[in-house]
């Protein structure tokens, strides 16, 4: 079993910058793909970030450009740098890995197999 626990999280006025990080356990994080998630209140999960094993990236629309997703394999850790924050990335952000090996950055919620307990996000203006 695989733990995922997220930090970074807080309050950040609109146009600063947050680094969120997601530390998981175990001895076999570099074959996984990691993926970031938002979901805000009233709303659906929803993708954010992807990134493979082998370092291919993928985002949603509306964060590219902002947001970079990144992973050091040594300290078994996934990043979320977030620039030019926008009132409406206020959401709980979560991690995700997807185990499976695939070379891939999936963006869809079932690709992944276990989840962090999320860290808030709140952009304010």
């Known amino acids: 079993q695989v733990q995922l626990v997220e930090s970074g999280g807080g309050l950040v006025q609109a146009g600063g910058s947050l680094r969120l990080s997601c530390a998981a356990s175990?001895?076999?994080?570099?074959?996984?793909?990691m993926g970031w998630f938002r979901q805000a209140p009233g709303k659906e999960r929803e993708f954010v970030a992807a990134i493979s094993r082998s370092g291919d990236t993928s985002y949603v629309d509306s964060v590219k450009g902002r947001f970079t997703i990144s992973r050091d394999n040594a300290k078994n850790t996934v990043y979320l740098q977030m620039n030019s924050l926008k009132l409406e990335d206020t959401a709980v952000y979560y991690c995700a890995a997807d185990m499976t090996g695939r070379y891939i950055a999936p963006r869809e919620l079932y690709a992944y197999d276990y989840w962090g307990q999320g860290t808030q996000v709140t952009v304010s203006s």
């Open positions: 175990g001895r076999m994080f570099s074959r996984y793909a």
